[in-house]
Nanobody, 114 residues
Framework: QVQLVESGGGLVQAGGSLRLSCAAS????????MGWFRQAPGKEREFVAW????????YYADVAKGRFTISRDNAKRTVYLQMNSLKPEDTAIYYC???????WGQGTQVTVSS
């Protein structure tokens, strides 16, 4: 089993920044990728970004390119999502994912006001 705990969400004005963190624990932690997804009210959960745990390569959804940066700290078993130039449409619950959904965190709310 793997446990994922997100933090760092909150309320921010449009144009602002937030940094989300996802701390992982568990004896069987050995991911290929760690990623971030989000779900806005009334919408399906959507992919935001992932990072290869070993090599560090990254991949972003179009909505994240140029504004969001995913990174990881292998020693701390933590993955981050730096979000800049936030827009009201970025408002959602952001979820951390182990191997694109084998395990999920509980989510952290991000609200961007206009």
């Amino acid at each position: 089993q793997v446990q994922l705990v997100e933090s760092g969400g909150g309320l921010v004005q449009a144009g602002g920044s937030l940094r989300l963190s996802c701390a992982a624990s568990g004896r069987t932690f050995s991911p290929l990728t760690m990623g971030w997804f989000r779900q806005a009210p009334g919408k399906e959960r959507e992919f935001v970004a992932w990072i290869a745990w070993s090599g560090g390569s990254t991949y972003y959804a179009d909505v994240a390119k140029g504004r969001f940066t995913i990174s990881r700290d292998n020693a701390k078993r933590t993955v981050y999502l730096q979000m800049n130039s936030l827009k009201p449409e970025d408002t959602a619950i952001y979820y951390c994912a182990y191997n694109s959904g084998t395990y999920w965190g509980q989510g952290t709310q991000v609200t961007v006001s206009s």
